[in-house]
């Protein structure tokens, strides 16, 4: 007899997470669909969902503790107590400020939102006192560094937008990363809202748009810049809002004076007069909803200006704090009134001489030796960090490099000693947060093998480091409790969410700034922003072009319908996912193929001064002339990524969360790859 077992899908594409509907019988997953009773995604299930059940029986997971002596040397079978007690010698031979632990997505398959594992893992760092990194750097936390300068980092819900926003601007929000967004925006269509990509390339939103603007890679700021200058000089700006709740617009408007929409246009590739239009429609239209970039519009040395200047656009048409306006779902981002408790025991560090949280840096102390045991827990490192040889050459140095996940990686092929099997998604018990709700995810399947939780392993090797706090909990259910008991859950448990059929409101606000206090030292919006001027950076909203380059395509990256983060090696270990991206494709534009002597469909080899990669050309309008694109996840894509800084140092703690990520920068040539 079969039973069906209501969960969430272990796919994280945030802040849309998607209900899912287990059919199980004898250990086995009969199938998995949609869960039509989900107030978040309403039956709806992506193809990534619908391959997790690949997960369940596949030939590739890894089932018993592995180790090897050498790397590139065979593995071997070993015991629990070999593996961890080998970990924990290492560990005390190094010294805690010459371990580093370092979690992916995969730490979060069943408890995204939440954050439980990954702060579980934070709470292990800092009561050892080794090196830790928040993982925020690789994706969302470089845009809510510039969003935060202005302090618009709240976002509203997309229920609010699919039924109040009369305009939507999907501003570098693909919806293959947030794939039930889409009905929203879709139903905001139907009642007549207008909707507006801006893109570097035609997305799968182009789809759903009435206009298209692709402009050219790292040039959203000039464009938001030259929005500015329209609206200020054609006096569409909401004069009331502003004297009430913002500061800095004397010099804003002064400042945007020079970034005219001609300014614009050589640098964007948009036409004035169409900057112009989007301009005024923006202004005039009320409510109006942007819907920016979670992740891949910020992947560049300027990245950051994007979330500074785009941030300016709402409060300067008093489209804060009302339904339909301000900012829309975003990854990472969180409704007004969202909260949890903390485990990570963060004040409970030790002092000592700590690597700062900035991709660099951590690169810079990888190779000079500085980590010697790294602790690696659901990620794919070597294929998600900027300049990824330097990250090799780094992790190769160390005496021990462990990797807790499903499936082997580029990581744990490359670089690991020891490999940790470990649990999927109904394999432990696990709660999922979105920014409406919270969902118990029940074990409902005995690990296979010789698999562990991550919170097994911890506790194990807490006991063998004498850390006797650690996990003060009787059971995970324990844990989860403890980060439950805050007002925005009502203080609920996992007994109380379990009894209501494992669905939970959160005591949030489908509006962002409902009260009209921002996220800035003032209170207010800060068009001008001192604290970015105390830290060496400009006080206003700035245009800077990225950085010159010999070689003559822009080389950008995000992501597909068929693929999002690293984890499941980076969806090559299911099968349905690998079919549908067998191989690296690089978009080009019919004119620089031509200029190549490249064929669609063709080998080509894509390179520049830091390393190469093969893929196969697709060549497309859909990229304009002079920008390449491709998924990311690919072995060697970050070859071709510059490593440098995209803030400074003293920056980087500006904010709870991490924004010290790499500029990941590239510009690349193309060849045809020679036959043969």
Same mark, same amino acid.
């Given at each position: 007899?079969?039973?069906?077992?209501? !969960?969430?899908?272990?796919?994280?594409?945030?802040?849309?997470?998607?209900?899912?509907?287990?059919?199980?019988?004898?250990?086995?997953?009969?199938?998995?669909?949609?869960?039509?009773?989900?107030?978040?995604?309403?039956?709806?299930?992506?193809?990534?969902?619908?391959?997790?059940?690949?997960?369940?029986?596949? @030939?590739?997971?890894?089932?018993?503790?592995?180790?090897?002596?050498?790397?590139?040397?065979?593995?071997?079978?070993?015991?629990?107590?070999?593996?961890?007690?080998?970990?924990?010698?290492?560990?005390?031979? /190094?010294?805690?400020?010459?371990?580093?632990?370092?979690?992916?997505?995969?730490?979060?398959?069943?408890?995204?939102?939440?954050?439980?594992?990954?702060?579980?893992?934070?709470?292990?760092?800092?009561?050892?006192?080794?090196?830790?990194?928040?993982?925020?750097?690789?994706?969302?936390?470089?845009?809510?560094?510039?969003?935060?300068?202005?302090?618009?980092?709240?976002?509203?819900?997309?229920?609010?937008?699919?039924?109040?926003?009369?305009?939507?601007?999907?501003?570098?929000?693909?919806?293959?990363?947030?794939?039930?967004?889409?009905?929203?925006?879709?139903? &905001?269509?139907?009642?007549?809202?207008?909707?507006?990509?801006?893109?570097?390339?035609?997305?799968? &939103?182009?789809?759903?748009?009435?206009?298209?603007?692709? *402009?050219?890679?790292?040039?959203? /700021?000039?464009?938001?810049?030259?929005?500015?200058?329209?609206?200020?000089?054609?006096? $569409?700006?909401?004069?009331?809002?502003?004297?009430?709740?913002? $500061?800095?617009?004397?010099?804003?408007?002064?400042?945007?004076?020079?970034?005219? @929409?001609?300014?614009?246009?050589?640098?964007?590739?948009?036409?004035?007069?169409?900057?112009?239009?989007?301009?005024?429609?923006?202004?005039?239209?009320?409510?109006?909803?942007?819907?920016?970039?979670?992740?891949?519009?910020?992947?560049?040395?300027? #990245?950051?200006?994007? =979330?500074?200047?785009?941030?300016?656009?709402?409060?300067?048409?008093?489209?804060?704090?009302?339904?339909?306006?301000?900012?829309?779902?975003?990854?990472?981002? +969180?409704?007004?009134?969202?909260?949890?408790?903390?485990?990570?025991?963060? #004040?409970?560090?030790?002092?000592?001489?700590?690597?700062?949280?900035?991709?660099?840096?951590?690169?810079?102390?990888?190779?000079? =030796?500085?980590?010697?045991?790294?602790?690696?827990?659901?990620?794919?490192?070597?294929?998600?960090?900027?300049?990824?040889?330097?990250?090799?050459?780094?992790?190769?140095?160390?005496? *021990?490099?462990?990797?807790?996940?499903?499936?082997?990686?580029? +990581?744990?092929?490359?670089?690991?000693?020891?490999?940790?099997?470990?649990?999927?998604? *109904?394999?432990?018990?696990?709660?999922?947060?979105?920014?409406?709700?919270?969902? $118990?995810?029940?074990?409902?399947?005995?690990?296979?093998?010789? &698999?562990?939780?991550?919170?097994?392993?911890?506790?194990?090797?807490?006991?063998?480091?004498?850390?006797?706090?650690?996990?003060?909990?009787?059971?995970?259910?324990?844990?989860?409790?403890?980060?439950?008991?805050?007002?925005?859950?009502?203080? &609920?448990?996992?007994?109380?969410?379990?009894?209501?059929?494992?669905?939970? @409101?959160?005591?949030?606000?489908?509006?962002?700034?409902?009260?009209?206090?921002?996220?800035?030292?003032? =209170?207010?919006?800060?068009?001008?922003?001192?604290?970015?001027?105390?830290?060496?950076?400009?006080?206003?909203?700035?245009?800077?072009?990225?950085?010159?380059?010999?070689? @003559?395509?822009?080389?950008?990256?995000?992501? !597909?319908? +068929?693929?999002?983060?690293?984890?499941?090696?980076?969806?090559?270990?299911?099968?349905?996912?690998?079919?549908?991206?067998?191989?690296?494709?690089?978009?080009?534009?019919?004119?620089?193929?031509?200029?190549?002597?490249?064929?669609?469909?063709?080998?080509?080899?894509?390179?520049?001064?830091?390393?190469?990669?093969?893929?196969?050309?697709?060549?497309?309008?859909?990229?304009?002339?002079? !920008?390449?694109?491709?998924?990311?996840?690919?072995?060697?894509?970050?070859?071709?990524?510059?490593?440098?800084?995209?803030?400074?140092?003293?920056?980087?703690?500006?904010?709870?969360?991490?924004?010290?990520?790499?500029?990941?920068?590239?510009?690349?040539?193309?060849?045809?790859?020679?036959?043969?």
């Amino acid at each position: 007899m079969s039973t069906v077992v209501r !969960t969430m899908c272990p796919m994280n594409c945030h802040p849309t997470l998607c209900g899912m509907l287990v059919e199980i019988e004898d250990g086995r997953v009969l199938s998995v669909k949609g869960d039509p009773d989900n107030p978040d995604s309403q039956g709806f299930l992506c193809v990534r969902g619908q391959a997790s059940r690949e997960i369940i029986g596949n @030939p590739e997971r890894l089932l018993h503790p592995m180790v090897r002596n050498r790397r590139g040397g065979d593995w071997r079978r070993a015991s629990w107590a070999e593996v961890l007690d080998r970990i924990a010698e290492r560990m005390h031979e /190094a010294g805690r400020l010459a371990v580093a632990t370092w979690t992916g997505h995969g730490v979060a398959a069943n408890n995204y939102g939440m954050r439980l594992t990954g702060n579980l893992v934070r709470r292990f760092a800092n009561l050892y006192g080794c090196q830790t990194w928040g993982s925020q750097m690789i994706c969302w936390g470089l845009g809510g560094f510039g969003l935060g300068l202005t302090g618009v980092l709240e976002t509203s819900t997309k229920e609010d937008m699919g039924a109040h926003a009369n305009l939507i601007v999907l501003w570098g929000a693909n919806l293959a990363s947030q794939p039930n967004t889409a009905r929203h925006v879709a139903a &905001a269509r139907r009642r007549g809202a207008h909707v507006v990509t801006v893109d570097v390339r035609e997305t799968e &939103a182009a789809a759903q748009s009435d206009e298209v603007f692709v *402009l050219r890679p790292g040039t959203d /700021a000039a464009l938001a810049l030259a929005m500015m200058h329209v609206i200020v000089r054609e006096d $569409l700006h909401d004069r009331a809002f502003v004297e009430r709740n913002a $500061l800095g617009f004397d010099e804003l408007a002064a400042h945007v004076r020079a970034h005219s @929409p001609a300014w614009a246009e050589a640098i964007t590739g948009i036409s004035a007069a169409r900057i112009e239009a989007l301009a005024r429609r923006y202004a005039t239209t009320r409510p109006a909803m942007i819907v920016i970039g979670g992740s891949s519009m910020y992947k560049g040395a300027n #990245g950051w200006q994007a =979330g500074r200047a785009v941030a300016c656009l709402p409060a300067l048409t008093g489209n804060l704090g009302v339904s339909g306006g301000g900012f829309g779902p975003r990854h990472g981002s +969180t409704s007004h009134g969202h909260g949890l408790a903390s485990i990570a025991a963060n #004040g409970r560090r030790p002092p000592g001489d700590y690597v700062i949280d900035q991709m660099p840096r951590i690169t810079e102390a990888l190779v000079a =030796g500085r980590i010697r045991v790294m602790l690696l827990w659901g990620t794919n490192m070597v294929s998600s960090f900027a300049d990824a040889n330097q990250v090799v050459a780094g992790l190769r140095r160390c005496d *021990l490099v462990a990797a807790h996940d499903l499936f082997m990686s580029d +990581t744990a092929r490359e670089c690991a000693d020891v490999l940790l099997p470990a649990t999927s998604w *109904l394999e432990e018990v696990g709660m999922k947060a979105t920014n409406t709700h919270l969902y $118990l995810m029940p074990q409902a399947l005995e690990p296979p093998g010789e &698999a562990r939780s991550a919170s097994w392993v911890l506790r194990e090797l807490a006991r063998r480091l004498d850390l006797d706090d650690f996990f003060p909990w009787a059971s995970d259910e324990g844990m989860i409790d403890a980060v439950l008991d805050h007002p925005a859950t009502g203080h &609920a448990t996992v007994a109380q969410i379990r009894g209501t059929g494992g669905i939970h @409101p959160q005591n949030v606000s489908h509006v962002a700034y409902p009260t009209l206090a921002f996220d800035t030292p003032s =209170g207010k919006v800060e068009f001008v922003s001192e604290r970015a001027k105390r830290h060496g950076l400009p006080a206003l909203p700035v245009y800077e072009p990225l950085p010159s380059s010999p070689y @003559p395509l822009e080389f950008r990256q995000g992501r !597909t319908l +068929t693929h999002f983060h690293g984890f499941y090696d980076h969806g090559r270990a299911l099968p349905s996912l690998a079919r549908a991206d067998a191989e690296p494709v690089l978009w080009i534009s019919p004119v620089d193929a031509a200029a190549r002597g490249v064929a669609d469909g063709a080998a080509i080899r894509i390179h520049n001064e830091r390393g190469a990669l093969e893929a196969r050309a697709r060549v497309t309008d859909k990229v304009p002339a002079g !920008t390449v694109w491709m998924r990311d996840g690919w072995r060697g894509v970050n070859n071709l990524t510059s490593g440098a800084p995209s803030i400074p140092d003293e920056a980087c703690e500006l904010f709870p969360f991490t924004a010290g990520q790499s500029a990941y920068d590239a510009r690349v040539e193309v060849s045809p790859e020679p036959l043969g």
